[in-house]
């Protein structure tokens, strides 16, 4: 069966301080995969997506980078937080008719 | 590319009453199209899905959409709502390259 991964569940981060979220898949090989982060009060919003290794699009300009070392990892970065990143990060994949999400992580930077 | 606009940020509703959330799309293909309910701190449930049958779709608490091609819609309806329905709900498109986009979102607030 499929299953997405993600941690941490919660972070609390300073500002300026680095970044790094995971997200791991199962159950399928060379997934679509996406990041969205959700803004207090505001919906998701596409950050990046990935068709393959090493293959990352950006879709908003931002201090986040993200990376695929492999066909089933996705990992979100910033070497420098600031306090507009605080929010709610989904890792996703997408296959024909459906998508599945992980379970998230909720970032606060202080 | 593909789109889509949930045309209203907000919904209020009294408890018993029917919920409408609106939902249009723009997709180059024929889309396949979701509903999904995000509760305060949780993660995405899949409410129903469209993916080229049926045009009008069922899916899990009473909820159910119909896919129209003419208005590029895929409206979300429920008959009665009830409390526990209050949370976030996304329209999403996606296409044969599953490739996919959500809409903006509509919080539905319940009222008793």
């Known amino acids: 069966s499929q299953t997405i991964h993600q941690w941490p569940a919660t972070l609390v981060q300073p500002v300026g301080s680095p970044l790094s979220l995971e997200c791991t898949v199962e159950g399928t090989s060379n997934p679509n995969l996406y990041w969205y982060r959700q803004a207090a009060g505001r919906g998701l919003q596409l950050l990046f997506y990935?068709?393959?290794?090493?293959?990352i699009s950006s879709e908003v300009p931002q201090n986040l980078s993200a990376s695929r070392p492999q066909d089933r990892q996705f990992i979100l970065s910033s070497k420098k937080l600031l306090l507009s990143d605080s929010g709610f990060y989904l890792c996703a994949w997408s296959a024909p008719d459906t998508q599945y999400f992980g379970p998230g992580t909720r970032l606060t930077v202080l | 590319a593909q789109s889509v606009t949930q045309l209203d940020s907000h919904v209020s509703v009294s408890e018993g009453t029917p919920v409408l959330l609106r939902c249009n799309y723009s997709s180059s293909y024929s889309p396949s199209l979701f509903w999904y309910v995000q509760h305060p701190n949780k993660g995405l449930q899949l409410l129903l899905k469209y993916t080229s049958a049926a045009t009008l779709v069922k899916g899990i608490n009473g909820f159910e959409a119909e896919f129209k091609k003419s208005e590029t819609s895929f409206h979300l309806t429920k008959p009665s709502a009830h409390m526990s329905d209050a949370a976030e709900y996304f329209c999403?498109?996606?296409?044969?390259?599953?490739?996919?986009?959500f809409g903006a979102g509509t919080r539905l607030t319940v009222k008793p």
């Open positions: 990935s068709v393959g290794i090493g293959q």
């Open positions: 999403v498109v996606s296409d044969i390259t599953n490739d996919m986009r």
